[in-house]
């Protein structure tokens, strides 16, 4: 009999934090994506933006991502991240230590992967663009619920789903580590027992 791990995709962001649900089956390694979905603070508008700090507005931007992520995090053995790299600007590392503060809350078991690892692994090319890693994820997980929008008349992906098929990528790229091989070979021998 198959054993199913439920796993959690995470490509994480100070704007979007992408989620992809997914089993894994530990004998056939085939991966089932259950779900796909975004999580995005509300930007303040325009004119509380010079009432509200900065800082304040990370802090509720945070706490926003945090409660999706322990929502997701629910009945999930096993989390794979994208871990985001360094930046280049004082804005881009505030929002990456962010990011890597609200990861730390992970209470599962977490696989990290990095971004050049989810592109080879999906696309086979560590320079990957947003467009390639969408219509592999929507290739091999068509029935996955893809934000879509009416484009001249035919229904086409929006960019939105950048982050959530790199959070597909994370999961194909973290079932090939050697940590996912020794969780594995952990659950057989407690199932075995």
């Not at 871990?83 to 929002?95: D, T, Y």
Request: charged residues 20%; hydrophobic residues 45%.
């Amino acid at each position: 009999m198959s054993k199913l791990i439920h796993v959690l995709g995470i490509d994480p962001s100070l704007r979007n934090f992408g989620f992809a649900e997914a089993t894994i089956d530990i004998d056939t390694f085939d991966i089932q994506v259950r779900s796909v979905f975004l999580s995005q603070p509300v930007a303040i508008e325009k004119a509380q933006k010079k009432v509200v700090r900065k800082n304040s507005d990370d802090l509720r931007r945070a706490r926003h991502l945090h409660s999706d992520l322990k929502g997701a995090l629910a009945e999930k053995s096993l989390a794979i991240v994208e871990i985001p790299v360094g930046s280049q600007s004082s804005r881009a590392m505030a929002s990456y230590g962010i990011c890597i503060g609200i990861l730390a809350s992970v209470g599962i078991p977490m696989i990290e992967v990095t971004p050049t690892e989810v592109k080879l692994m999906s696309v086979g090319t560590k320079t990957a663009s947003k467009v390639e890693m969408i219509e592999w994820a929507m290739h091999h997980h068509p029935d996955a619920p893809w934000k879509m929008r009416k484009s001249k008349g035919e229904l086409v992906p929006t960019n939105d789903n950048e982050h959530m098929a790199d959070a597909v990528a994370a999961i194909y790229a973290g079932a090939v580590t050697e940590q996912f091989n020794a969780a594995v070979s952990m659950m057989r021998a407690m199932s075995a027992a």
